[in-house]
């Protein structure tokens, strides 16, 4: 591939519902370009961007690609993401590295939820986009419908420049109605639009003048007075338009039998702004802590954007970057601005696929990749130490669900800690803890699927097995009354015996006190140097309850009398006498089982209101108000966490996947009667298998 400015450059991101026919673009796109001499299908595992195991498995996108091709003397950056919600982080990196946004909708099924979110995603980048019009050659394909229902979700923005000629199993080409010409077939073959398509194409045309003339003063003067605009005026001022946003073209395609490709990359090359068109960007120079302007200019200070890592068991890590400012040099070094760490920089390369073909420079506004950088992460900015700027990091989703993960075997246990991270390191929308609670470790990500895939990748990148469960619920005991314990602990075996007698009284304590201990011996009836060995023993019998064997909290254990001997006693004598005083005390303090309680903030469509209203009761939510939101409700609710362990499942069935929520941790509550002896009985079951 040769050399290209900035200026003619294009990064554009396929982006819509997860199935609408993303990745067969792209393919197309590159078949019609030069790039490939084969068109590969998703069904067979032969597409140029679903190259990933996961992907051909599930013939569905996870990993965003890229997809660089030529036109006209423009080098295209294809970003092909994925539009399931699951890997929404990758469709984030991707529009973060574009400068603009193409949005498939299917012919046959219109708008759907999908589409509302990625646009929303392209709104928050302030993405100059197109939308088109796919599969016009599937069964029940409706160009007029799904146009109407474009322009009732966009607005009237969103204006026509191509329309179909025939549909279903008749689509055999667009009529450009700027140009008014035909383009049929996969050449594209010029010629005259249809005669049965005049009037349609002429009213289109219309509605378009009419947008790109309100895109400028001068236009919209010469419009509004009756003069027709000239060719030159309508291109420029559809450029204008497309640029700013004020215009969003509609066109058509048929992309798996590669109708109407040549005249998508025609508008890409053509109408799209390149990277010097886009406003500049705001950085942070690290060194002054001032924001400074960036703008898509070669001679200006270096600065690119990782938008996505990999890390691969052979090659090593593999980084993703955007250069929006200066050159990128092979064979150099580099700023980590993020880290204030130095980067040696190798070989750097044009990625197409899993294709890699080496290049010896970036230069402002294009997109590559190199290999093994030692500090550099997701998000980081890497710039000159004499002028360290950091780029506005990328914003990603926060996780959604959470499943416990499992080694396998033993082998796999000792494994498993360094994959965590390093999968992490590649995907910033997974988070993995520790719970003290349960001892369990916690993988949380956008969905089941995304974990499930993540669990395959660890297993196929690192070899290491592991399995996904339900997370515990991490309950706890306490006690509802007073009460008072004595025990001694009197054991001989010959010699020195071991012997000590505590008198502890319990207390409950207000919810989310912990647990507290107060010394009130008098006249040295437990000698000084034996009351931490007492709370010592106290203190490990708090970790795990009577009654379920939970931790207890919330209780306040005053020592308040004993006895020692003056041989016999020792610190361990007391520590024990200690922790059997406690279970005792426990067990006449009438204990109960605590669970925890989130505060649930959920967003949902207006429509659906009603149901996750009557899901929520269902779940023992408290429902502590609903407040309107531009056409959606939000929800806030206190809900025992065990009700909503697959609340990201719920939700997405309930709303379509148009809604969405977050929860954090806020108190315990005790569990009803009827639920807390399930859960007693169950740990009973449990301690006894193991």
């Given amino acids: 591939m040769k050399d290209y400015k900035t200026e003619d450059i294009r990064n554009v991101v396929l982006i819509g ?42 013939t569905i996108s996870i990993n965003l690609a890229l997809l660089p091709c030529e036109w006209e003397n423009k080098k295209i950056n294809v970003v092909d993401a994925p539009g399931y919600a699951d890997f929404t982080g990758e469709m984030k990196a991707a529009i973060h590295a574009a400068d603009a946004a193409v949005v498939l909708v299917d012919a046959s099924a219109g708008v759907e939820v999908g589409t509302e979110h990625c646009w929303a ?36 923005k969103c204006v026509a420049l191509q329309i179909p000629v025939g ?37 289109h045309r219309e509605q378009l003048v009419e947008a790109v003339a309100e895109t400028d003063d001068e236009l919209l003067t010469k419009y509004l007075d009756g003069t027709e605009l000239t060719a030159e005026e309508l291109t420029r001022g559809l450029r204008t338009g497309i640029a700013s ?56 200070p270096l600065a690119a954007l990782v938008f996505k890592t990999t890390a691969d068991p052979y090659v090593g890590k593999l980084t993703y970057l955007r250069v929006y400012s200066g050159v990128l040099k092979g064979d150099s070094s580099a700023w980590n601005s993020n880290k204030a760490a130095a980067e040696r920089i190798g070989q750097l390369f044009v990625v197409r696929g899993k294709a ?19 500090e550099t992460s997701t998000g980081d900015t890497l710039a000159t130490k004499e002028r360290p700027l950091i780029l506005p990091p990328i914003t990603f989703p926060a996780p959604a669900y959470s499943a416990a993960v499992h080694p396998k075997t033993k082998a796999d246990l000792d494994k498993m800690g360094n994959a965590l991270n390093r999968i992490i390191e590649e ?15 916690i993988l949380s990500g956008l969905g089941e699927p995304h974990l499930e895939v993540t669990v395959e990748k660890i297993q196929r990148k690192f070899g290491v097995g592991l399995e996904l469960t339900t997370p515990k619920v991490p ?116 204990p109960i089982l605590v669970e925890p309680i989130v505060n649930l903030r959920v967003t949902v469509p207006e429509a659906n209101t009603g149901d996750a209203m009557g899901d929520l009761n269902s779940k023992r939510a408290k429902v502590l108000g609903i407040s309107p939101q531009d056409g959606y409700s939000v929800i806030e609710a206190q809900v025992p966490l065990a009700e909503v362990q697959h609340y990201a499942t719920d939700l997405r069935s309930i709303t379509q996947g148009r809604g969405h929520y977050a929860l954090e941790f806020d108190h315990y509550e005790e569990v009803p009667a009827h639920l807390a002896q399930k859960i007693i009985d169950k740990a009973k079951e449990d301690a006894k298998a193991s």
Avoid at 252 to 265: C, E, F, H, P, S
Avoid at 427 to 441: F, I, K, M, Q, S
């Fill in 245 to 300: 946003g004020a215009v969003v073209p509609v066109l058509v395609a048929a992309a798996a039998k590669n109708i109407g490709t040549a005249q998508l990359l025609d508008v890409l090359a053509n109408d799209f702004p390149s990277p010097k068109d886009r406003p500049p960007i705001k950085a942070k120079n690290a060194s002054t802590g001032q924001e400074e302007d960036v703008n898509a200019d070669p001679a200006g």
């Fill in 17 to 58: 519902h997860g199935g609408t026919g993303k990745t067969t673009l792209a393919e197309a796109m590159l078949f019609a370009s030069g790039a490939i001499n084969r068109l590969g299908r998703v069904e067979e595992g032969t597409t140029t961007s679903d190259f990933d195991p996961d992907e051909i498995k599930r």
């Fill in 167 to 203: 549909a279903q199993s008749s689509f055999s080409g667009v009529v450009d109605v700027l140009a008014m010409k035909a383009y049929s077939g996969e050449k594209g073959t010029e010629g005259a639009v249809p005669d049965s398509l005049s009037d349609q194409a002429a009213r």
């Fill in 427 to 441: 995907d910033p929308t997974l988070r993995v803890r520790r719970d003290a609670d349960t001892n369990e470790t």
């Fill in 356 to 374: 890699q073909e080496p290049v010896p420079q970036l230069v402002a506004g294009d997109i590559g990749a190199l290999a093994k950088l030692a």
């Fill in 475 to 590: 309950y706890k005991e306490t006690i509802t009354a007073p009460s008072t314990s004595e025990y001694t602990h009197k054991k001989q075996t010959g010699g020195h015996g071991q012997y000590a007698r505590v008198a502890i009284k319990l207390e409950p304590l207000p919810r989310g006190s912990g647990f507290q201990f107060e010394d009130k011996v008098v006249g040295g009836a437990v000698p000084k140097t034996y009351i931490p060995a007492v709370e010592k023993g106290v203190s490990e019998a708090m970790r795990e309850g009577v009654i379920a064997r939970y931790p207890l909290v919330d209780v306040k254990v005053t020592l308040y009398d004993g006895k020692e001997h003056p041989v016999d006693s020792s610190e361990m004598a007391f520590k024990l006498a200690g922790s059997a005083a406690l279970r005792q005390g426990v067990n006449q303090g009438k």
């Fill in 121 to 156: 995603f392209a709104d928050e980048a302030s993405l100059p986009r197109a939308v088109l019009i796919d599969r016009m050659d599937r069964e029940n394909a409706d160009f007029a419908q799904a146009l109407s229902q474009v322009q009732s979700f966009f607005g009237k």
